[in-house]
């Protein structure tokens, strides 16, 4: 029966990790849209930096792909209960497998499918926009990106759990994502703006995810980053749990 | 206009029966915008300056800046350039910047993240070390401040008044609800209400007529009842009048009624339109300047900036903050209205087109 499940899940998984690399838009979003965003706000910056060596590139590349991590649940949310991909799943909960498959290969299709996004993203930051991404430090920050990533992609599922709609969690993760990045100060930088605002961001998870990878860039310090992984991987744990309670399979019908 | 109210009234009677979606979106667009106006209300451009007097300690040797940046930006000689009488540096920074006094220099990634736009070191022996990522315009910024403060004056060109910064910080907000309204039309089309609508004695334009009212209102209501609550009943320092805001949110909310109406006609597969329309929305937005303002240097990029329909809405608020003139203010506000109506045009014609092929 283990070995049935696991090549059950194989199944489903490959499945839903080719849907997704069939949707140009999804492709798209994942790859494109970061890029642009990268360029656009850099090239619109760049007269703000330049003192130390530091470009508004080694700015936006970096906050960016964090943003890009956070919106990944906009992907897992759209392969999780997207209208034509709904139909299958209830002929997947009519066969003799555990239905929890359902989401994990979801969660796991969509981690896979945007890890791969963010690294392709980060090839084109490191080699053509010369973005300091924390050269033999790398690992670590890359950790926390995609451990970002996953969380994200389980929260997306979970929130189409909670609302049973795809549209709907997607309409309440936008604005979500949005407030967050944006109080994380990852379009902008927020810190020097007041110091109520500098108090207020801390409530941001963004922003400690983007403080822990700046102090391992620019300060070769390693103190943030076991906490800010524990406290991930918690939440992570809490929202497989949350999907897990959430998950009814009649929402297919 | 008998049609419109029909379409009017069954729009609030679905709402009425999908509270809850209702309730999440109002909800979610009302708490965006609260945070959009108490982030913006808090923002007042000034500079923020660390100040470490740390006598006989170059910033280069301090262990907490990384090794590839060691190097001090800039050294300042005080007798060099002729500084002042008045050597306390701390209170000539205090009278521009806001400062924080530190007993050591902060890593550089609070550079990076903005903690402190720059670091300035006093060395006792009468040199200064001044450390940044800025540009070379604010660190010549700051080395004048320090050598003649007697005739510095801090460049506010680029500083917005609370209300411009609101209105910039709503744009991308109200942009992006403005689709949330246009999924009874979207549920229409795929149900075949819309045809069974538009052949009915209501008509087509009515009907769309309805739709976008709807859509205008349930953006345009919650928004405007943020702000008159922070004013009224919070005391909260908005900058513009509620005349002027009405103006404004009313030029913002036909914009994203508009757009949003353009992807739903547009681009059929609900799913794909969100993807789309937030990501031009968030890119445009940014070009446009909302958050913050840009000179470009690249006639290019000029011509392409001045087409955004976001960059005259910002330069509207600062316009009425600036005192321009009703001329100048006119031609801002034709050239978002022209957009919208472009939109809605075309947005229009596809559905009708779309329509008349028997798509619906």
Redesign the interface.
Known sequence: MRMGNSRAFGVLFSRDLKNLFMNP??VM?NTL?PL??VW??S???K????????TSY??YGVTLLLFSALSVA?TSA?SFM??RIKASNLRVLYAPIRPSFVYLSKIAASFVFTSLCLMAVVGVLHFWFRVRLGADLFGYVAAIVLLLGLLSSALGVMFCCI?RS???A???L???I??MA??G?L????????????R?SWLSPAKWV??AV??I?????LGMFLPVMLVLSLCVVGAFVGCKLTFRTEDFV | MKGVLAVLSVNVARARGRQG?VI??VG??V??IL?AV??SS???GQ??IAYVAAPGIAAAETD?V?PA?A?A?LSLDLDAIGAPAERDLRAILERFF?VEVLDEVP???????????AVVVHNGNGRVDI?????????TELEQALSKPQSFAPDTSTHRGVGATIVGYLV??VL??GS?FM?FFTDDKVSGTLRRTVTAPVGIRAYLAGQLLFNSLMLFVPTMSVLILLKAGFHLDIGFSYPQYVLLIGLLTTLATAFGFFMASVVEN???A???A??VI??TS??G?T??V????DAF?QIITRLLPQRSLVQIASGIEQGWSSGQLTGMVGHVVAIAFVLLVAGWIICERRFQAGRY
Do not use: C
């Open positions: 838009a999804w979003y849209f642009v965003l656009a706000l090239y619109l910056t007269g703000g930096y330049g003192g130390m060596g530091v080694d700015f906009m759209n997207e209208r609302f795809e549209q709907l997607n309409k309440v936008s604005p979500v949005q407030v944006l109080g100060g379009f902008f930088p927020m810190d020097g703006l007041s110091p109520t605002l500098e207020i983007a403080e700046f102090r860039i620019y300060d070769h310090d | 979606y999440m979106t979610l667009m708490a965006a945070a108490l982030i808090n923002v007042d500079a923020t907490s990384a940046f190097t930006d806001r890593p550089m990634s609070q550079l990076m993240r903005n903690r402190y736009d450390l940044t990522v800025k540009s070379d315009m604010f660190r991308m907000f992006m609800s949330a999924n609900p799913d794909d969100m993807a789309v937030s990501s968030v890119v940014l070009l300047g958050f913050f840009f000179e470009h240097d990029m």
